[in-house]
């Protein structure tokens, strides 16, 4: 979705008409919100406070509107840059905010004008996905769906290599003293084991041949029998 430039309407806008004109939307709702998003978004890009003898934008704000945290300010900007008031009627601003994070996690653009049809990927209880149109969802949904995107697929090691791990991490510690720096680390990588051993001093590493001789033991065995 294109980022929306100021309007002209806000161009000649002074620093105690944007007070007012705040105050006047605070009783809004989410049709007020997007106009505070604006004003905050002018405000800010003019440096106006600054002009005017504040030390910044966020004191002029705290002075003037303690009802208003800085961090709901910077997501009412956010949402005007980004969205349509139209859609801030219909949707909110958190949802809005939230579908936004929703579109960066999971690499995808915005269509520009409506944004209700946008699929959301829910996830349930179970593991299983549910794709909904957002215009369907509520926030705790897009919120849900957010964490699922960001959540790591670690991938998981196939059962066998878990078991011959455990028997080499148990053979390290038999051989490397309680304390010891040595490490042994595994990860799974196209479909493969892989293995990493850090901190072995140079005088160790016949230790560390007789702890990996006998972390072989089982499939030794096995390849015996």
């Given at each position: 979705?294109?980022?929306?430039?100021?309007?002209?309407?806000?161009?000649?806008?002074?620093?105690?008409?944007?007070?007012?004109?705040?105050?006047?939307?605070?009783?809004?709702?989410?049709?007020?919100?997007?106009?505070?998003?604006?004003?905050?978004?002018?405000?800010?890009?003019?440096?106006?406070?600054?002009?005017?003898?504040?030390?910044?934008?966020?004191?002029?704000?705290?002075?003037?509107?303690?009802?208003?945290?800085?961090?709901?300010?910077?997501?009412?900007?956010?949402?005007?840059?980004?969205?349509?008031?139209?859609?801030?009627?219909?949707?909110?601003?958190?949802?809005?905010?939230?579908?936004?994070?929703?579109?960066?996690?999971?690499?995808?653009?915005?269509?520009?004008?409506?944004?209700?049809a946008v699929p959301i990927d829910i996830p349930q209880?179970?593991?299983?996905?549910?794709?909904?149109?957002?215009?369907?969802?509520?926030?705790?949904?897009?919120?849900?769906?957010?964490?699922?995107?960001?959540?790591?697929?670690?991938?998981?090691?196939?059962?066998?290599?878990?078991?011959?791990?455990?028997?080499?991490?148990?053979?390290?510690?038999?051989?490397?003293?309680?304390?010891?720096?040595?490490?042994?680390?595994?990860?799974?990588?196209?479909?493969?084991?892989?293995?990493?051993?850090?901190?072995?001093?140079?005088?160790d590493v016949e230790r560390l041949v007789e702890a990996?001789?006998?972390?072989?033991?089982?499939?030794?065995?096995?390849?015996?029998?």
């Amino acid at each position: 979705m294109s980022e929306k430039n100021e309007s002209d309407t806000l161009s000649g806008l002074t620093l105690i008409q944007v007070r007012d004109s705040i105050r006047a939307h605070l009783t809004q709702g989410n049709a007020g919100h997007h106009a505070i998003g604006r004003l905050y978004n002018h405000t800010v890009s003019n440096r106006l406070a600054e002009k005017n003898g504040y030390s910044s934008a966020q004191q002029f704000f705290s002075q003037n509107f303690k009802a208003l945290a800085q961090s709901t300010l910077s997501r009412y900007g956010a949402v005007a840059r980004q969205f349509t008031e139209e859609a801030c009627k219909e949707h909110g601003v958190a949802k809005l905010a939230s579908l936004s994070t929703y579109a960066k996690v999971a690499d995808f653009a915005l269509p520009a004008g409506d944004v209700g049809a946008v699929p959301i990927d829910i996830p349930q209880e179970g593991g299983t996905v549910v794709s909904k149109p957002f215009a369907e969802c509520n926030l705790e949904e897009v919120l849900s769906a957010v964490k699922h995107k960001r959540k790591p697929l670690r991938p998981s090691m196939p059962p066998p290599d878990a078991a011959r791990v455990d028997f080499m991490r148990e053979s390290f510690s038999r051989h490397f003293a309680q304390g010891a720096r040595v490490q042994l680390k595994t990860s799974v990588q196209g479909g493969k084991t892989l293995l990493t051993i850090q901190g072995v001093p140079i005088d160790d590493v016949e230790r560390l041949v007789e702890a990996l001789m006998d972390g072989l033991q089982p499939k030794l065995v096995r390849s015996v029998g």
